[in-house]
């Protein structure tokens, strides 16, 4: 199992800031993921990175995977309240029957105050 | 399309009793999961079902959780007897299929155990 560092924990920011928030490994992913968690919901996927070096942008939000996969970010420019949530990075690692699970890190708690 | 549901989404019980959550995947996906999130960590798999055999329950706790996924449409976690550890916030999610990126998540069921 892929141990997957996320940075900061917490993060409490006011309405029209910029922030950014990391997700660290020492092992090289062949692909990753960026969820956010609202409170009382599930996971919804933002965005898949597959090649290092890759930069895609949804809206105000800014996804880079590393050069080497090992690493990732994401950049939220302008934050509004309703980017308030958690925000959770995933690999996908093969399980024992020819599947996949997703393995989550710990998450970046976002709070974003009008 | 309507998404994940889950029910209920809150329960409260006293350690040593059992309980049983229930979820119906979105129509069509054949990969049911399901996840335990400890407050203040990412949300860690229990079970993956393909259709309605078991593909990984390697982090099952075996002695006292149990699935299944009788018709391979929808599915019942059952914790019993439940310990105050076990207090976490159960999410369900499904797939096109194992080997498919995305994962949709429903609300969760929130658990306390007292």
């Known amino acids: 199992t892929q141990l997957l560092e996320q940075s900061p924990q917490f993060l409490s920011i006011q309405e029209g800031e910029n922030l950014t928030v990391y997700c660290n490994s020492s092992?090289?992913?062949?692909?990753l993921q960026w969820y956010r968690q609202e409170p009382g919901e599930g996971p919804v996927l933002l965005v898949t990175?597959?090649?290092?070096?890759e930069v895609k942008k949804l809206k105000r939000l800014t996804f880079q995977f590393g050069d080497a996969r090992k690493d990732s970010s994401l950049h939220i420019t302008a934050a509004q309240p309703g980017d308030t949530g958690l925000y959770l990075c995933?690999?996908?690692?093969?399980?024992?029957?020819?599947?996949?699970?997703?393995?989550f890190g710990k998450g970046t708690s976002l709070l974003v105050t009008p | 399309e309507a998404g994940v549901a889950q029910s209920p989404r809150y329960k409260i019980i006293e350690k040593r009793q059992s309980v049983a959550f229930w979820c119906n995947p979105i129509?069509?996906?054949?990969?049911l999961y399901w996840y335990q999130q400890i407050l203040g960590q990412g949300p860690k798999l229990l079970i993956q079902?393909?259709?309605?055999?078991?593909?990984?329950d390697s982090q099952l706790p075996k002695d006292r959780f149990s699935a299944e996924r009788l018709k391979g449409v929808d599915s019942t976690l059952k914790i019993q007897p439940a310990k105050l550890e076990d207090s976490a916030v159960y999410l369900c999610?499904?797939?096109?299929?194992?080997?498919?990126?995305?994962?949709?998540f429903g609300p969760g069921t929130r658990l306390t155990v007292t």
């Open positions: 999610a499904s797939s096109l299929g194992r080997i498919t990126y995305e994962q949709y």
């Open positions: 092992s090289v992913f062949s692909s």
């Open positions: 990175v597959v090649t290092g070096g």
């Open positions: 995933a690999v996908r690692e093969p399980n024992s029957n020819s599947g996949y699970a997703l393995n």
């Open positions: 129509s069509g996906h054949a990969t």
């Open positions: 079902f393909q259709n309605n055999g078991v593909v990984d």
